[in-house]
């Protein structure tokens, strides 16, 4: 097991100087009202940095394109204020924000050429035709569609489409460009491709990425940072890796990779850190999460590739029988039933050397270091 | 590139023979309603082409002689004293009329209808019928008691005079009926649906994802609906300019009753020849007349603007 940094991780690029693009103050976004009201967001509040790729994750319906929404300004929020560098833009109609958005279906102009939606933005800026030709030419060479400048957008392509979408929303050079599950129509493979190429983009231009997806593998590989949102509230802010291996409660834990669940029992809280009690009576220290509650019943996670196994279960140790065994090239999942009936799932990497011969109906230990357990907000 | 390969590839002979294939099917299943069309249309057109280059019969009617004498009369007139020739002064006046009111009112009923239209299109989708059939409830009735129902509405003892005299804003009626504007005010109304419905089915395909790009790329109200909704709506907004300029140019019952006697147009000019005036060949002469004019105009109209369409 690699040591694991507990919330250390090093910064994304210039975290010290990092100035603060869009803000969301207590932000609540109610649709409908009386008994259908639906409260899309719930007093959210974030801070995305200036420069960064921050991605909005969750599952359908949590309120991301909703946010997404407030940002650009086609809706307005219940309460709580949007701030863009420090300016309330609440009251602004988006075509006063310098926010330019990629929408989910691309909504390219359909009855203009691939240049004329990519010059839209610029010439309602009233900007002079030749800088906006420039900056076209440009734009098509940054996303590599040169060849396609007179092309009408139905003439061409999904992946090219998107590609147009992308040039659209930059040629304007926006503070902040939102990405409403941009990459979600299109194929696994292409999916691929453009996400090393937003990555790109993001680099090359330096304006700040607000990213939505409901894909948490893509969530992962591609933010400098990341939130995790549930049913209108964000539950957890911060880089993949802090997200990933020190989940704050139990839905982000969940939803993010496999995990295993234990119930423990608290003994001492101090100031940052708690020492707990796990099932097999041993005690470990964690430190706590962000906004714990203390209480005597907590539930811990534990990734299964941060377990191990051993074949004498020692003093302490979690045990149980191992009841299946799945094989899945990379690695082997070991699944162990507890004592207590809860199973456990060991995940071991492949390394080519033939992993221990461990077989269904075997007693065996779960090993995994205190760095490797998660105390649950929940 | 690829494009200009395929464009100029040659269809092989199993790609030509399905296509023949296909235009065989197609001109079987149309051949009931081009039968009809032939029967119900292109006959009693024919008809009246024939009767154009006839003799009026002495109370109505024609006789079977061949004449150029109507159509020579749709542009001149002859003095019954000297046989002197000059210009027909009197139709050209209500050819102008026509075309004039008729343009006014496909102008207004546009300016009225795209909001209206818009209004509609943007209410949730189980509301739409609802307004659509607040629309379409003038049909119930009869055109004729619909234009006298406007007769009522602006004549000088009228609702609208008493209440602006009441309101104290004039103090003596506004003489409209028997005027123009009387005619215009009664087209457009009539006519308005046949606006309102095409540009509402144009609107109500419009993906409205596409106004929010354009408000996200800067476009202000005024420019969203200039370089998005109304190109993009265009073919609703030909549609209803057609559907109303072509009926009201031929309009007769609202001239004749908003209009009085005198405001004549094309309509009332035809029909007069048909009625009082005892000349069926120069009534079917000035028809053949404005339906040239209205298929020159229209082939004109549909031309350029699918020309400014390519060019956007
Ligand atoms: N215009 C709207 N009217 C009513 N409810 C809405 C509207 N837009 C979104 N919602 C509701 O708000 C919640 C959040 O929606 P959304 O932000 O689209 O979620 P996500 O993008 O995360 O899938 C959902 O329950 C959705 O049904
Ligand atoms: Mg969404």
């Given at each position: 097991?690699?040591?694991?940094?507990?919330?250390?991780?090093?910064?994304?690029?210039?975290?010290?100087?990092?100035?603060?693009?869009?803000?969301?103050?207590?932000?609540?976004?109610?649709?409908?009202?009386?008994?259908?009201?639906?409260?899309?967001?719930?007093?959210?509040?974030?801070?995305?940095r200036?420069?960064?790729?921050?991605?909005?994750?969750?599952?359908?319906?949590?309120?991301?394109?909703?946010?997404?929404r407030?940002?650009?300004?086609?809706?307005h929020?219940?309460?709580?204020?949007?701030?863009?560098?420090?300016?309330?833009?609440s009251?602004?109609?988006?075509?006063?924000?310098?926010?330019?958005?990629?929408?989910?279906?691309?909504?390219?102009?359909?009855?203009?050429?691939?240049?004329?939606?990519?010059?839209?933005?610029?010439?309602?800026?009233?900007?002079?035709?030749?800088?906006?030709?420039?900056?076209?030419?440009?734009?098509?060479?940054?996303?590599?569609?040169?060849?396609?400048?007179?092309?009408?957008?139905?003439?061409?392509?999904?992946?090219?489409q998107?590609?147009?979408?992308?040039?659209?929303?930059?040629?304007p050079r926006?503070?902040?460009?939102?990405l409403d599950?941009?990459?979600?129509?299109l194929?696994?493979?292409?999916?691929?491709?453009?996400?090393?190429?937003?990555?790109?983009?993001?680099?090359?231009?330096?304006?700040?990425?607000?990213f939505v997806?409901?894909?948490?593998?893509?969530?992962?590989?591609?933010?400098?940072?990341?939130?995790?949102?549930?049913?209108?509230?964000?539950?957890?802010?911060?880089?993949?890796?802090?997200?990933?291996?020190?989940?704050?409660?139990?839905?982000?834990?969940?939803?993010?990779g496999?995990?295993?669940f234990?119930?423990?029992?608290?003994?001492?809280?101090?100031?940052?850190?708690?020492?707990?009690?796990?099932?097999?009576?041993?005690?470990?220290?964690?430190?706590?999460?962000?906004?714990?509650?203390?209480?005597?019943?907590?539930?811990?996670?534990?990734?299964?590739?941060h377990?191990?196994?051993?074949?004498?279960?020692?003093?302490?140790?979690?045990?149980?029988?191992?009841?299946?065994?799945?094989?899945?090239?990379?690695?082997?999942?070991?699944?162990?039933?507890?004592?207590?009936?809860?199973?456990?799932?060991?995940r071991?990497?492949?390394?080519?050397?033939?992993?221990?011969?461990?077989?269904?109906?075997?007693?065996?230990g779960?090993?995994f270091?205190?760095?490797?357990?998660?105390?649950?907000?929940? | 590139?690829?494009?200009?390969v395929?464009?100029?590839r040659?269809?092989?002979?199993?790609?030509?023979?399905?296509?023949?294939?296909t235009?065989?099917?197609?001109?079987?299943?149309?051949?009931?309603?081009?039968?009809?069309?032939?029967?119900?249309?292109?006959?009693?057109?024919?008809?009246?082409?024939?009767?154009?280059?006839l003799?009026?019969?002495?109370y109505?009617?024609?006789?079977?002689r061949?004449?150029?004498?109507?159509?020579?009369?749709?542009?001149?007139?002859?003095?019954?004293?000297?046989?002197?020739?000059?210009?027909?002064?009197?139709?050209?006046?209500?050819?102008?009329?026509?075309?004039?009111?008729?343009?006014?009112?496909?102008?207004?009923?546009?300016?009225l209808?795209?909001?209206?239209?818009?209004?509609?299109?943007?209410?949730?989708?189980?509301?739409?019928?609802?307004?659509?059939?607040?629309?379409?409830?003038?049909?119930?009735?009869?055109?004729?008691?619909?234009?006298?129902?406007?007769?009522?509405?602006?004549?000088?003892?009228?609702?609208?005079?008493?209440?602006?005299?009441?309101?104290?804003?004039?103090d003596?009626?506004?003489?409209?009926?028997?005027?123009?504007?009387?005619?215009?005010?009664?087209?457009?109304?009539?006519?308005?649906?046949?606006?309102?419905l095409?540009?509402?089915?144009a609107?109500?395909?419009?993906d409205f994802?596409?106004?929010?790009?354009?408000?996200?790329?800067?476009?202000?109200?005024?420019q969203?609906?200039?370089?998005?909704?109304?190109?993009?709506v265009?073919?609703?907004?030909?549609?209803?300019?057609?559907?109303?300029?072509?009926?009201?140019?031929g309009?007769?019952?609202?001239?004749?009753?908003?209009?009085?006697?005198?405001?004549?147009?094309?309509?009332?000019?035809?029909?007069?020849?048909?009625?009082?005036?005892?000349?069926?060949?120069?009534g079917?002469a000035?028809?053949?007349?404005?339906?040239v004019?209205?298929a020159?105009?229209?082939?004109?109209?549909?031309?350029?603007?699918?020309?400014?369409d390519?060019?956007?």
């Amino acid at each position: 097991m690699e040591g694991l940094s507990h919330k250390a991780e090093s910064p994304p690029r210039g975290q010290e100087a990092a100035v603060t693009a869009v803000e969301a103050r207590g932000v609540t976004k109610v649709f409908g009202g009386g008994n259908d009201a639906v409260i899309a967001l719930d007093a959210v509040s974030i801070a995305i940095r200036e420069n960064e790729f921050f991605t909005l994750l969750g599952p359908s319906g949590c309120g991301k394109t909703t946010l997404l929404r407030l940002i650009a300004g086609f809706d307005h929020p219940t309460g709580g204020n949007i701030v863009l560098y420090g300016e309330d833009i609440s009251p602004l109609p988006p075509y006063k924000r310098p926010v330019n958005t990629v929408f989910q279906n691309y909504a390219l102009f359909p009855h203009m050429t691939v240049a004329e939606n990519i010059g839209f933005g610029l010439s309602m800026l009233g900007r002079p035709k030749a800088e906006i030709d420039d900056t076209v030419d440009a734009m098509l060479r940054l996303v590599r569609m040169e060849e396609l400048k007179n092309r009408r957008t139905s003439q061409i392509s999904g992946g090219q489409q998107q590609r147009v979408a992308l040039a659209r929303a930059l040629a304007p050079r926006p503070k902040v460009l939102l990405l409403d599950e941009p990459l979600s129509a299109l194929d696994f493979k292409l999916r691929k491709e453009m996400q090393i190429e937003l990555k790109r983009l993001q680099h090359e231009t330096g304006i700040t990425f607000i990213f939505v997806t409901h894909d948490q593998e893509e969530a992962l590989t591609m933010s400098d940072r990341l939130a995790v949102m549930s049913q209108g509230r964000i539950l957890q802010v911060g880089s993949p890796r802090e997200i990933y291996d020190h989940p704050a409660d139990h839905f982000v834990a969940d939803f993010i990779g496999e995990t295993n669940f234990i119930d423990a029992e608290i003994q001492q809280v101090e100031a940052d850190a708690v020492t707990i009690r796990l099932p097999s009576e041993k005690t470990v220290r964690t430190p706590l999460p962000e906004d714990f509650q203390p209480r005597k019943q907590v539930s811990l996670a534990v990734r299964p590739e941060h377990a191990d196994l051993t074949r004498q279960p020692a003093e302490g140790q979690l045990s149980g029988t191992l009841e299946n065994v799945v094989y899945f090239g990379t690695g082997t999942n070991y699944f162990v039933r507890l004592p207590d009936g809860s199973e456990f799932v060991v995940r071991v990497a492949n390394r080519g050397e033939g992993n221990g011969d461990y077989r269904v109906g075997d007693e065996l230990g779960i090993a995994f270091s205190a760095n490797a357990i998660q105390l649950l907000r929940d | 590139m690829r494009n200009g390969v395929l464009g100029n590839r040659q269809p092989s002979g199993l790609e030509i023979e399905a296509r023949r294939q296909t235009v065989r099917n197609y001109l079987l299943l149309c051949t009931p309603a081009l039968l009809l069309l032939l029967l119900a249309a292109s006959g009693p057109l024919l008809i009246v082409v024939v009767y154009s280059f006839l003799e009026p019969g002495e109370y109505s009617g024609v006789v079977w002689r061949f004449s150029g004498e109507a159509w020579f009369n749709v542009l001149f007139s002859r003095d019954i004293f000297d046989d002197t020739v000059s210009l027909a002064d009197a139709h050209l006046t209500i050819l102008w009329r026509s075309v004039r009111l008729s343009l006014l009112t496909t102008l207004l009923a546009f300016l009225l209808g795209f909001p209206t239209a818009y209004f509609i299109a943007t209410r949730p989708a189980s509301q739409r019928p609802m307004w659509l059939f607040l629309i379409t409830i003038p049909f119930w009735t009869n055109l004729l008691i619909r234009t006298f129902a406007i007769m009522e509405v602006i004549r000088n003892e009228g609702i609208l005079n008493t209440l602006l005299q009441a309101l104290g804003l004039i103090d003596s009626p506004i003489q409209i009926l028997y005027t123009d504007t009387a005619v215009t005010i009664g087209m457009v109304y009539v006519y308005l649906p046949l606006m309102v419905l095409p540009l509402y089915a144009a609107m109500e395909r419009l993906d409205f994802r596409l106004v929010e790009a354009g408000y996200d790329l800067y476009a202000s109200r005024w420019q969203v609906l200039r370089k998005v909704i109304i190109p993009l709506v265009k073919p609703g907004i030909v549609a209803g300019t057609i559907l109303v300029f072509v009926p009201s140019l031929g309009a007769y019952v609202t001239p004749r009753v908003l209009g009085g006697g005198k405001n004549m147009m094309l309509g009332n000019l035809i029909e007069l020849q048909f009625g009082q005036g005892r000349n069926w060949p120069l009534g079917a002469a000035l028809s053949m007349t404005l339906l040239v004019i209205v298929a020159i105009a229209l082939a004109y109209y549909v031309r350029s603007a699918s020309k400014s369409d390519a060019n956007d």
